[in-house]
C-alpha cells in the first residue's frame, strides 16, 4: 500500500514530467526563428535553393540546413521540389509573407531609430516651476522647435519642492529646478546652472523706501510682509537672507503667485520680495527696487538624467535654456 506521502510526490514528478514535455512541445511548435524565415523567402524569391544561397552568401548546405530547422519548428512542409527548382506549399507562402511583413517592419524600425538617434523625431517631456514660463523657457522651447521641428515638446508646470524626482523616475526628460548650491547631487542626475534670480523689494508707490535707488533688507525688518511663495526652495532664500539681516518676517498675507502678491502689495497690506523672473508683468500700484546686506538669490538650473544626454534635441534644449537665460 502505497503512502499518502509517496502518492503525493509520485504526482508531483509526473504532473512535472508532463508540464516539462508540455512546454517543450510548445516551444517547438511555436517559437519560430525570423532568420530562418528571411532564408526562405530568399529561396521562394528566387526560386531555389543554390539562387538563394549566392545572394545570401552562404553555401546551398547551409541554406539548406536553415530551411529543414525552420520546418522542424513549423511542423510542417514549407518547399517541395519541382524540377531543379523548389516552389512553396501553402504553409511557405504563409510564412513567406509574413517574412516579408516581418522585413518591412525592422526596416521601418531601423529608420524611426536612425531618426530618433539624430534627433529629427522623438519626445521631449519637461517639468518646469511657473516664473520661468514666459521668461526663460518660452523662448527656449521656441528656438528648440526651429531646429527639432518633428520633436514632439511636452512641458508641463510641476510641483517646486522636488521636480527632480521626475527626472529620476524617467517621467521627466528635463526639469528646470531651484536648488542651493550646497544641495547633494543626485545619482544619475546632471544639472547645469541657468541663472542665478535675484529678488527685488516690491513697495506701495509713495512707501518711505520707495525714493532710494537701493533698499538695505535690515531697513524691511519693522514691515508688514505679503508671502510671495509657497514654503520650499523659493521661500528659503528670503527667509535665509533674512535671518542673515538680523530678523525674521512678519507675513500678514501669503500668496503662492506673484501677480496676486504684487496686488496685496498695491492695496498697501505691506511689502513683498519677488525674484526678477517674476516681474515680467509689473503692477502700476508698486515700486520696484533692488535689495542689498544681503540680496537674496534663488539659484536656477536645469536638471537631466545623464544617460538622456545622447538626445541631440534635449543637449540643443539645455543650450537654448543657457541661452535664454543669457539674453
Known sequence: MISSIALHERCRSQLGSTSKRFYTHVKVRYMIDVRRMQVLRAVVTSGSVTAAAAHLGYTPSAVSQQVAALEKEAGIALLERVGRGVRPTAAGRLLTEHAAIISQH??????????????????????????????????????????????????????????????????????????????????????????????????????????????????????????????????????????????????????????????????????????????????PGVTIRPVRRPEPVRVIYAAVREISLDQPALRALIDALIGAAKA
Open 106 to 283: 525592422l526596416a521601418a524600425a531601423e529608420t524611426a531609430l536612425a531618426d530618433l538617434r539624430a534627433g529629427r523625431t522623438g519626445r521631449l517631456t519637461i517639468r518646469y516651476i511657473a516664473s520661468v514660463g514666459p521668461t526663460l523657457l518660452a523662448p527656449a522651447l521656441a528656438r528648440l522647435r526651429r531646429e527639432y521641428p518633428d520633436v514632439t515638446i511636452e512641458p508641463k508646470l510641476t510641483d517646486p519642492n522636488d521636480p527632480l524626482l521626475d527626472v529620476e523616475e524617467g517621467t521627466a526628460d528635463l526639469a528646470i529646478v531651484v536648488r542651493r548650491t550646497s544641495d547633494e547631487s543626485r545619482p544619475g542626475v546632471r544639472v547645469t546652472h541657468l541663472l542665478d534670480d535675484t529678488y527685488q523689494a516690491v513697495l506701495p508707490v509713495g512707501h518711505p523706501l520707495a525714493g532710494r535707488r537701493m533698499v538695505d533688507l535690515a531697513d524691511l525688518a519693522g514691515e508688514p510682509w505679503v508671502g510671495s511663495e509657497p514654503p520650499g526652495p523659493c521661500l528659503e532664500p528670503i527667509t535665509d537672507a533674512c535671518a542673515a539681516a538680523g530678523f525674521s518676517p512678519d507675513f500678514v498675507a501669503k500668496s503662492e503667485d506673484y501677480a496676486t502678491a504684487q496686488g496685496f502689495v498695491a492695496a498697501g497690506l505691506g511689502i513683498s520680495l519677488i525674484p526678477r523672473l517674476g516681474l515680467g508683468a509689473r503692477h
